[in-house]
């Protein structure tokens, strides 16, 4: 049987403060269904979202450069 993709909502803030949803998906890791790979973050219409500094939380959408910083970030 193949693992599932899992997917979650987060929250994250623009630089203006407003609140936008973003999307969290892990894709099972090949060979071993019980472990996820990496997440990847997607938020609009299917736009991709980097993380680009884990410590912080800071996602940039790869077609805008717009940042948002994820709301109650671990990192």
Do not use: N
């Not at 049987?1 to 929250?11: F, S």
């Not at 973003?22 to 979202?49: C, E, F, K, N």
């Amino acid at each position: 049987m193949l693992g599932r993709y899992t997917h979650e909502q987060i929250a994250a803030l623009d630089d203006q403060g407003e609140r936008h949803v973003v999307m969290v998906t892990r894709i099972p890791v090949p060979g071993s269904p019980h472990l996820h790979g990496p997440p990847h973050y997607t938020w609009h219409d299917g736009q991709l979202l980097h993380l680009v500094d884990a410590k912080a939380g800071v996602l940039e959408c790869a077609l805008t450069g717009q940042r948002l910083k994820i709301v109650d970030w671990h990192g």
